[in-house]
């Protein structure tokens, strides 16, 4: 296949409540849509999962836009085109991993569609369900009461894990008050790096509520940090923004700094390279689980499809379309007992429904 067209929709997603982390507070998702036409006259659609601002990773949505039309699409351009050259092409190019994920998407799901194979199909899905977890925010107002609220509803509706947002001054106390109201409701935690090697002992703290596992409490680059409090800690050590590439996974995981993997696509440049790092981890035993960058349907159906490879052991942050909005883009991912149905069609198996992509549209970049 060969690329003719490729146009960036930016749109602003209404959240139905603020998504707080150790790093940002969200009201509205920032979307990056990628829709790109083969010369055969099929479309594909990819996600950017970069954020508004770099605080998550380096990336951002202005500049991965930018890197893609100036650096990533004329590798691309002009080419006849196997999906799996993509990783190659693009490599060449340091970093910006989320960037060149929306475009390996977009033309993963092209070509699929093709083919007439579904996306799951394709990375090697072994199950037609996904067991599904869900992300809680810091609550906007600091209260116990309103942690309590949400996970309550989140119980309620059949989430199978939860995972809870903390930061230094929310963390020990919230975590309690969860696992004394839910003694045997999967729990685990997330720093986003808030943390320093200073708080160790303190978060060991955390080891009396048999957490699933802590993830990312330390900065991304302190290695050694993490290993001496996955040594220091029963609760297993997982790694979010450290894992950047099969390679460095490999790393991590032999040097004892990481004993589950949360695997987003976005943040290791792609679905390849996601599939890569989950056959490492199930060579090496090493439970996995999908992570979640608050996604509309498009990067939610590829995230579901990748939940569904063997190795992912674990419930993922794939939650349904409402955790986060009441009007999604693609028809929503509803959670039925606790799970998502794998999407079966052709591709990613959705696609924008053109009059809410209208209406929420902002900006539109015609990049080839
Ligand atoms: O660290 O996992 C994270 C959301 C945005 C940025 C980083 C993270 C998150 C989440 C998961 O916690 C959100 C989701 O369910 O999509
Ligand atoms: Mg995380």
Not at 220 to 233: C, N, P, S
Not at 268 to 288: E, F, M, N, Q, T
Request: include cysteine; glycine fraction near 10%.
């Amino acid at each position: 296949m060969r690329i003719e067209r490729v146009v960036v929709h930016r749109a602003a997603l209404p959240l139905v409540r603020p998504f707080r982390t150790s790093f940002m507070v969200e009201l509205h998702k920032d979307v990056v849509l990628v829709e790109l036409t083969t010369d055969d006259g099929v479309t594909g659609w990819g996600e950017c999962v970069a954020m508004t601002a770099p605080l998550y990773s380096h990336e951002y949505n202005d500049g991965a836009i930018e890197v893609m039309r100036e650096f990533l699409l004329p590798r691309l351009l002009g080419v006849d085109l196997e999906l799996e050259d993509v990783p190659a092409l693009l490599g060449p190019v340091r970093g910006h991993p989320m960037a060149k994920g929306a475009l390996e998407l977009a033309v993963a799901d092209a070509a699929l569609r093709m083919r007439g194979q579904s996306f799951a199909s394709y990375l090697g899905s072994v199950r037609d369900q996904v067991d599904c977890g869900v992300s809680v925010g810091i609550p906007a107002d600091d209260s116990i009461d309103t942690l309590v609220a949400e996970v309550d509803g989140y119980v309620a509706e059949g989430y199978q894990r939860i995972k809870l947002k903390i930061q230094p001054g929310w963390d020990v106390v919230p975590t309690r008050v969860i696992r004394e109201r839910y003694p045997d409701v999967p729990l685990q935690v997330d720093a986003n790096q808030a943390y320093g090697r200073a708080d160790i002992e303190h978060l060991a703290g955390l080891d009396e509520f048999g957490l699933l596992l802590i993830e990312q409490p330390l900065h991304e680059d302190d290695v050694l940090g993490h290993k001496l409090m996955a040594e220091r800690m029963q609760t297993p050590m997982c790694l979010d923004e450290s894992v950047l590439s099969a390679e460095n996974a490999e790393f991590l995981i032999d040097y004892g700094a990481c004993e589950v993997v949360n695997i987003k696509a976005g943040r290791v440049g792609g679905y390849l390279s996601a599939k890569a790092i989950h056959d490492l981890a199930l060579a090496r035993s090493v439970p996995v689980w999908c992570g979640g960058m608050v996604e509309t349907g498009i990067g939610r159906a590829a995230n579901i499809a990748l939940a569904s490879l063997p190795g992912f052991t674990l419930p993922g942050d794939t939650s349904g379309s409402d955790r986060f909005f009441t009007r999604d883009v693609t028809e929503p991912f509803v959670l039925v007992d606790g799970r998502i149905d794998v999407p079966t069609g052709p591709g990613l198996g959705v696609a924008p429904l053109p009059e809410v992509l209208e209406e929420l549209t902002v900006a539109r970049h015609v990049l080839a």
